[in-house]
């Protein structure tokens, strides 16, 4: 029979290499995923409509966003996630769930 003294202590040992490591995951996980997208990037993907026939939530994860609940309409996503982004917003129209159609979004236009 092994002491109450010395199963604590392994099980104690075991919980802390368990949470090391999932620590060391997560810091993995955020160094090495691709977490940034650039404005070429979203060019690219703009000017092959790459995007158009995907559903909304394929796009949205191609141009790392979460897709709103929406299955007809128009889907206009910033990147002010992302630290120094210069370019514009993207606009996506969805029909049925699937984009039909990707651009950068222009705003209406303003006369003085």
């Known amino acids: 029979m092994s002491s109450p003294g010395k199963s604590s202590k392994a099980l104690f040992i075991r919980l802390a290499?368990?949470?090391?490591?999932?620590?060391?995951?997560?810091v993995a996980v955020k160094l090495y995923a691709p977490t940034t997208i650039t404005h070429s990037e979203v060019q690219d993907m703009l000017n092959s409509h790459?995007?158009?026939?995907?559903?909304?939530?394929e796009a949205a994860s191609k141009?790392?966003?979460?897709?709103?609940?929406?299955?007809?309409?128009?889907?206009v996503f910033d990147f002010a996630h992302i630290r120094g982004w210069k370019g514009g917003v993207v606009a996506l129209d969805v029909r049925g769930g699937r984009v039909v159609s990707?651009?950068?979004n222009v705003g209406p236009e303003t006369t003085d």
């Open 17 to 26: 290499v368990l949470i090391v490591l999932g620590i060391a995951t997560l």
């Open 50 to 57: 790459e995007l158009v026939g995907l559903s909304l939530a």
């Open 63 to 75: 141009l790392q966003h979460t897709a709103p609940p929406t299955q007809d309409g128009l889907v």
């Open 102 to 104: 990707a651009a950068w």
